[in-house]
């Protein structure tokens, strides 16, 4: 079974930083997705940004890039230029894309505080 | 605009009773879902249905029920079975198989109940 690892209960940064969220993830399978989602203190899952295992190059969305690492199964979320309204809790997930598969599995989450 | 619809927003439920937490979708999805989130908790899959008349089981289903009768619709009944209750639930849906699997989870905006 997979599973994802969010290692990090509680991160902070200074506003206009730079912080890195990590996720391992362990899967047997080599075509997958992967996702991170932000929940902020109203409760909404958005999703942040997502990620196809078969495509190499990391994937971008204005502030916000990954670091993809098939190998290590490592799929960390690079934040830029924090901004307050950055604060939240974040979840890593992992979706197979096998036919049939419809569960996607989360991590246990980050919560980033950041400081003005 | 297409989306999820939680309803109620806020719920209490008395000792021995069962009630129903109500999940509408119009965005044409065939897989919906049913978590559960504890204070700064994770994700916890609940059940998760991914055609009309069927549903499966996920990690905590002891004390829930569901039914999927129409596409649009999977509501969750938490019975008197469900001896700790309170939490954030949220329920969200997704595309199904094959290249429509990269597509994220939706997410409603939750409900939360509450023990009276």
């Known amino acids: 079974a997979q599973t994802v690892t969010q290692s990090q209960p509680e991160m902070s940064v200074q506003e206009a930083e730079t912080v890195t969220l990590s996720c391992t993830y362990d899967?047997?399978?080599?075509?997958?997705?992967l996702f991170w989602y932000k929940q902020p203190p109203s409760r909404q899952m958005i999703l942040v940004i997502r990620q196809e295992a078969y495509k190499q190059q990391n994937a971008t969305e204005n502030r916000f890039s990954v670091n993809f690492q098939k190998a290590a199964k490592s799929f960390s979320l690079k934040i830029s230029d924090s901004q307050l309204g950055d604060a939240a809790m974040y979840f890593c997930?992992?979706?197979?894309?096998?036919?049939?598969?419809?569960?996607?599995?989360f991590g246990t989450g980050t919560r980033l505080k950041v400081l003005a | 605009d297409g989306g999820i619809t939680q309803s109620p927003k806020y719920l209490f439920r008395k000792e021995g009773q069962n009630v129903t937490l109500s999940c509408e979708q119009n965005l044409n999805h065939d897989a919906m879902y049913w978590y559960r989130q504890d204070p700064g908790q994770g994700l916890r899959l609940i059940y998760y249905s991914q055609i009309v008349n069927d549903f499966q089981k996920g990690d905590i289903a002891e004390g829930y029920s569901v039914s999927r009768e129409k596409k649009e619709s999977f509501p969750l009944t938490v019975t008197s079975a469900q001896k700790n209750p309170t939490a954030f639930y949220l329920c969200?849906?997704?595309?199904?198989?094959?290249?429509?699997?990269?597509?994220?989870?939706?997410f409603g905006d939750g409900t939360r109940l509450s023990i009276l």
């Open positions: 969200a849906s997704s595309m199904g198989q094959g290249q429509a699997s990269n597509q994220p989870q939706q």
């Open positions: 997930a992992y979706r197979s894309r096998g036919s049939g598969t419809y569960k996607y599995i």
């Open positions: 899967t047997s399978e080599s075509d997958y997705y």
